[in-house]
């Protein structure tokens, strides 16, 4: 796929030939400190089309999507919409009813995550949720879900790039881990396709291809992190993702757990001077480990599909790491 090319209607125009991820590629863009910064995430079941904006857009009924959005972002848990890869069901009324609709409640908070899930017979139901408790990691008194989930974004009609990258992913993990794996609503950082988000951990993946989104998959049943092609946990702002990468990476350690964030500080400003510097303290078996990060501005470059106008993006350097 061309990295330039004329530029789609960010209204719902004709496709361009330009793709965000193959220019992101293009210019060597550092996945390390990107991804979204969410510490509990609410998922629902909706095996339709999501259109552009998922809960305003998607055929949910009555225009519950609005209630939901609304009653997520007051407790500041971020919803997204799922669907079983190679879906059939269209979202018509009662399209998922019959079966229920599949929830998971993840608190994605280190080094407490956990996954709780439930099936509903109606969307309407989340808004009885104490979504607050959610997000302050105590349980809903729903199910216990102790495997993994490995939510892969498709979401075509909010990028190009997350449904020409993430379907063939989603697709090549259902064929060996059906039970795992969901398509997902849009993650964050559409030029960094194909994205995955591992639950109940909060790492984010990026620049997938079916062969390492398998062992990505696999490598997490059994207990491990695969670090080149992680782009943060998150739970953690992003010069923080950086630290804690570059330490995983410093110590080999790819552990889900085994590292504890002790201190962070943060001084000046990204866009001003010499960056924003933040300092880190993570403890690693007993043995602390500081680690310094600087943050900058990238000269403004096109940053999704549908995007009409450049933006700057947040780049991120280790600039110490030491044990102390």
Same mark, same amino acid.
């Given at each position: 796929? @061309?990295?330039?090319? @004329? $530029? ?17 590629e293009?210019?060597w863009?550092? &996945? ?17 089309p ?8 998607a055929?949910?009924? %009555? ?5 939901? $959005? ?9 919803? &997204?919409?799922?669907?079983? /890869?190679g879906?059939t069901?269209?979202a018509? /009324?009662g ?7 599949r ?7 280190a @080094?407490?995550?956990w ?14 949720l104490?979504?607050?408790?959610? +997000?302050a990691?105590r349980?809903?008194? &729903?199910?216990?879900? %102790?495997e ?8 075509? $009609? ?8 993430g $379907?063939?992913?989603?697709a090549? &993990? ?31 993946? !990026? #620049? ?8 990505i998959?696999r490598? +997490?049943i059994?207990?491990?992190?695969e670090l080149?092609?992680l782009r ?6 992003? @010069?923080?993702q ?13 552990s889900? !757990? ?16 010499d ?9 690693h078996d007993? =043995? ?5 990060v #600087? ?15 450049? =933006?700057?993006a947040? =780049? ?6 030491e044990?102390?």
């Amino acid at each position: 796929m @061309p990295a330039t090319g @004329p $530029r789609g209607d960010a209204r719902g125009g004709t496709l361009s030939d330009f793709r965000c991820s193959a220019s992101s590629e293009a210019r060597w863009e550092d &996945l390390a400190g990107s991804a979204s910064t969410v510490s509990a995430f609410l998922m629902l079941e909706h095996p339709g089309p999501w259109g552009v904006n998922a809960l305003r857009d998607a055929r949910l009924p %009555d225009g519950v999507g609005e209630e939901l $959005r609304a009653h997520a972002s007051a407790a500041g848990v971020r919803l &997204l919409l799922i669907r079983r /890869p190679g879906r059939t069901a269209t979202a018509g /009324p009662g399209a998922a009813a019959d079966a229920g609709r599949r929830i998971f409640a993840v608190h994605a908070r280190a @080094p407490y995550s956990w996954t709780e899930t439930a099936l509903l017979d109606d969307p309407r139901a989340v808004l009885d949720l104490d979504l607050a408790e959610l +997000r302050a990691g105590r349980s809903l008194g &729903l199910e216990a879900h %102790d495997e993994p989930v490995f939510a892969v974004c498709t979401h075509g $009609r909010h990028d190009a790039c997350c449904a020409e990258r993430g $379907r063939p992913v989603a697709a090549a &993990l259902a064929s060996v881990l059906p039970e795992h794996v969901w398509e997902v609503s849009h993650l964050g950082g559409d030029r960094f396709a194909a994205n995955m988000l591992v639950a109940p951990d909060g790492f984010y993946y !990026g #620049r997938l291809d079916p062969e390492s989104a398998v062992a990505i998959a696999r490598a +997490r049943i059994a207990g491990d992190v695969e670090l080149d092609h992680l782009r943060g946990r998150s739970c953690y702002p992003m @010069p923080v993702q950086a630290a804690e990468i570059a330490l995983r990476r410093h110590l080999g350690l790819t552990s889900p !757990g085994g590292l504890r964030l002790a201190t962070r500080a943060q001084t000046g400003e990204a866009a001003k001077g010499d960056g924003l510097v933040t300092d880190t303290t993570f403890v690693h078996d007993g =043995q602390a480990y500081a680690v310094r990060v #600087r943050t900058t501005h990238s000269d403004p470059v096109t940053l999704t599909c549908r995007a009409v106008r450049d =933006q700057v993006a947040l =780049q991120h350097q280790i600039v110490g790491l030491e044990r102390v």
